[in-house]
Nanobody
Framework: QVQLVESGGGLVQAGGSLRLSCTASGIIFSFNGMGWYRQAPGKQRELVAAITSGGSTNYADSVKGRFTISRDNAKNTVYLQMNKLKAEDTAVYYC????????????????WGQGTQVTVSS
């Protein structure tokens, strides 16, 4: 059974930092690209950062230079270091696999975890 457990969210003032963690089980973690996604109230879920199985990274323009994604395959864990946080970063943050597509050509995901709430006060 696949399980993704996110942690590390909280309430922080604008300009502050948080480090999110996501531990995966039930998948061959090291074979998968991983991503951090977020969903703000009333908005669609969006990809904010991704890391391939080989360690290459990619970021949404809105977080470039502020967020850093990393992974520890020995711990089946992916991290998101978030610096210089802004009010618009407020959202529930989720991790999931990234870079796989189904037969339909649409992105393929495993079951979503509960996410971790990040609230940035201005």
């Amino acid at each position: 059974q696949v399980q993704l457990v996110e942690s590390g969210g909280g309430l922080v003032q604008a300009g502050g930092s948080l480090r999110l963690s996501c531990t995966a089980s039930g998948i061959i973690f090291s074979f998968n690209g991983m991503g951090w996604y977020r969903q703000a109230p009333g908005k669609q879920r969006e990809l904010v950062a991704a890391i391939t199985s080989g360690g290459s990274t990619n970021y949404a323009d809105s977080v470039k230079g502020r967020f850093t994604i990393s992974r520890d395959n020995a711990k089946n864990t992916v991290y998101l270091q978030m610096n210089k946080l802004k009010a618009e970063d407020t959202a529930v943050y989720y991790c999931n696999i990234n870079g796989r597509t189904g037969q339909s050509g649409r992105p393929l995901y495993v079951d979503w975890g509960q996410g971790t709430q990040v609230t940035v006060s201005s």
